[in-house]
């Protein structure tokens, strides 16, 4: 009884390849690889990454109120944070505007940005760069905020490369 066990149990040892082969286990452990690497244009590469406002600002004809925006982009996608308030009366409040992104170069250092918040809504922003890490926002609909300084605060991983 034993050495019948032995062979059975032999026999189904040198037959599991045969059966575990058609699994392909091997692919399994790349189910969650990432994809290709999108072709990014030079304005995506030059803007993808999170951008803060140096200082907050003063927004003409709203009093006592200060704002301080952060823009974040994606590869088409672009969130802009504003913090803002009325420091003497502790009043403070947020808000964010998301919208699609295309940008055109109009020349060595200026890029025009428009955003579309679908709906018909969106603005343009002229952003003038110093360097590759900073550069003065003009939001050609929001005349209320004066041109202003961001520096970059956070690169995408190939832009740190």
């Known amino acids: 009884m034993r050495s019948r066990l032995a062979a059975v149990l032999a026999t ?6 045969v059966f575990i082969a058609p699994l392909d286990l091997g692919s399994l452990a790349f ?44 590869n088409d996608s672009v969130t802009i944070l504003d913090f803002g308030g009325i420091a003497p ?24 940005v428009t955003l579309d918040q679908g709906e018909g809504r ?20 929001n005349s209320r905020y004066p041109e202003s300084r961001f520096t970059r605060v956070a690169a995408s991983r190939s832009q740190a490369d």
Not at 12 to 17: G, H, Y
Not at 44 to 73: D, M, N, Y
Not at 122 to 141: C, I, M, N, P, S
């Open 89 to 112: 009366s502790s009043m403070f409040d947020t808000s964010a505007t998301k919208g699609k992104w295309t940008a055109m170069r109009k020349d060595k250092t200026t890029l025009i």
């Open 12 to 17: 189904a040892l040198l037959a599991a390849p």
């Open 122 to 141: 969106g603005t343009t922003l002229t952003l003038v760069f110093d360097g590759k890490d900073a550069f003065t926002l003009t939001d050609g609909e």
């Open 31 to 74: 189910a969650d690889a990432i994809p290709m690497p999108e072709e990014l244009t030079a304005e995506q590469k030059l803007l993808i990454g999170v951008w803060q406002e140096e200082k907050p600002i003063l927004p003409i004809g709203l009093g006592h109120s200060f704002s301080l925006r952060t823009l974040a982009f994606g």
